[in-house]
């Protein structure tokens, strides 16, 4: 075993182990805010293991728009909804924890057997290692040529979808005709449209 | 210098000692989590962050695939990258509807996001 062998060992269950524990402390901590910072640590992880599968574009991918978009957009999302409530109790929460729990093992289950016991072809074809950038290039304008622009339509579409959901200013008067325009379905006019009365 | 040396004659293409099957079980490990935290979250935001750590398990499926298996054409990496690209418009527009709910409901409890509940 060279040292770079075991380096790359090391490198990967200190990953593994910073994405396991980091992803069951998003879903188990009680703080949101915990859970988001470890969130952003899980996917700094996820593209250390990118680096360590050679593939560098994606990994700074990951780190650009998960950690820079994603994870800020989720930080943003927590500060303006961030409401300390106290969650109403529901009966047999626990029950229906331990169930969905012994579902997941099953499927954790179900996806180890297949990947321990599928045959895989390895050793593969030769990877291309850092020359996998030009390569992705390459394809982007050649064979994935439609999908490329179809996810600029995309991107373009979820910015207008999500500015539109999230705005709040109504614009009361029409841009041609000069005329009041309600927009009372999209958008909140005094009070919150569907307010549960029941449990308050 | 030695170390050196063999730093640089190892043939930095193939894969290295780690198996294929380390990453696809951290992947599934990971995906499992995703869905266990899907359904039991109660906070909305926290629904979102558990489909981005779904997202990931597969991102890595897809990068270890390319990796290994598919050679000079690394066709899963590109798929990774349209992944990202669609999982960064899905944050975009599910935080968007997540705060058009809070003004209307005034809560982000999941539970009491039930007008649609038969």
């Known amino acids: ?200 | 210098m030695i170390l050196t040396s063999t730093i640089l004659t190892m043939p930095n293409s193939s894969p290295g000692l780690v198996p294929l099957q380390a990453y696809l079980v951290l992947a599934a490990i990971l995906f499992c989590i995703g869905v266990w935290g899907l359904i039991n979250s109660r906070n909305a935001v926290r629904v979102l962050m558990s489909i981005e750590l779904m997202l990931n398990a597969v991102n890595i499926n897809l990068m270890a695939f390319s990796s290994y298996l598919d050679g000079s054409l690394i066709r899963g990496q590109v798929f990774a990258v349209f992944v990202i690209t669609v999982a960064a418009a899905e944050a975009a527009v599910g935080l968007a509807i997540l705060l058009s709910l809070y003004r209307n409901r005034v809560t982000v409890d999941m539970e009491r996001f039930n007008l649609l509940r038969w």
Not at chain 1, 24 to 38: P, Q, R
Not at chain 1, 46 to 70: D, I
Not at chain 1, 147 to 161: N, R, T
């Open chain 1, 1 to 200: 075993m060279t040292i770079a062998n075991s380096t790359e060992l090391i490198c990967f269950f200190v990953l593994a182990s910073v994405v396991v524990v980091g992803s069951l402390g998003v879903v188990l901590l009680e703080n949101i805010v915990y859970s988001a910072f470890l969130l952003g640590g899980v996917f700094m992880a996820v593209a250390g293991l990118y680096l360590l599968l050679n593939a560098s574009f994606v990994a700074a991918a990951q780190v650009l728009v998960y950690v820079g978009a994603v994870n800020v957009l989720i930080l943003f999302a927590i500060m303006l909804v961030n409401k300390r409530e106290a969650l109403k109790p529901i009966e047999g929460l626990q029950v229906r924890r331990l169930i969905s729990g012994f579902v997941c093992a099953g499927l954790l289950a179900l996806l180890m057997r297949v990947a321990l016991i599928t045959p895989w072809e390895v050793p593969g074809p030769t990877s291309i290692g850092e020359e996998a950038t030009i390569r992705i290039g390459e394809h982007l304008f050649t064979d994935y040529l439609l999908p490329f622009e179809l996810a600029s339509v995309l991107l373009l579409m979820a910015m207008i979808g999500a500015i539109v959901l999230a705005r709040r200013d109504v614009i009361s008067s029409d841009v041609g005709t000069g005329r009041e325009v309600t927009q009372e379905l999209i958008e909140k006019t005094q009070e919150p449209l569907l307010v549960d009365k029941s449990s308050t």
